[in-house]
């Protein structure tokens, strides 16, 4: 006659507490990794096409500025309200630069910004300013949308929630 093991044994294997201690060590550490340090957001909209569709899930590393300051091509979550609610953009312009779009091209005190990650593009034409000493100016990377249909501008250090990783 074959012995079938019990629902228990199934579930917690030949030793249960050390099964169990091993799912709450696993449970408090996905809390914490995706609660403190990693935050799940879903891109919405096509903004930042090619880089990322509408609908896709992202990453966003909480830790990325905790030693250090966003760099301009580093792609960031800007809060809204709350931590899941954010916009994905690039950042192309850093505290205290000046920045314009003339026809299409993003020129930072100047000099044309070269972006390989813009694969469509139309004449955006927006005026030159100063950005603040805590002001980052972020753009998305689909600039073949109107421009009136896309959010984009300076935005304060911290409202900057994260690197955007995946």
């Not at 091993?22 to 919405?44: K, M």
């Not at 899941?84 to 850093?94: D, E, F, S």
């Not at 000046?98 to 694969?119: D, F, H, Q």
């Amino acid at each position: 006659m074959i012995r079938l093991p019990s629902l228990r044994r199934i579930v917690f294997g030949s030793d249960p507490r050390r099964t169990t201690v091993r799912i709450v060590v696993l449970a408090a550490a996905s809390l914490i990794t995706f609660r403190w340090i990693l935050i799940p957001v879903r891109a919405t909209g096509d903004s930042m096409l090619p880089t990322y569709r509408s609908g896709q899930l992202c990453l966003v590393y909480r830790l990325a500025y905790a030693t250090g300051l966003p760099s301009r091509g580093d792609v960031v979550a800007i809060r809204l309200a709350g931590l899941h609610a954010v916009y994905v953009k690039r950042v192309v312009a850093l505290p205290g630069e000046r920045i314009e779009i003339a026809k299409g091209e993003v020129r930072v005190n100047g000099t044309a910004l070269r972006e390989p990650y813009v694969k469509f593009r139309t004449e955006w034409q927006v005026p030159e300013v100063q950005l603040g000493p805590t002001e980052y100016y972020v753009i998305g990377d689909n600039r073949g949308m109107p421009a009136a249909a896309h959010t984009f501008g300076r935005v304060e250090a911290g409202r900057i929630a994260g690197e955007v990783m995946f």
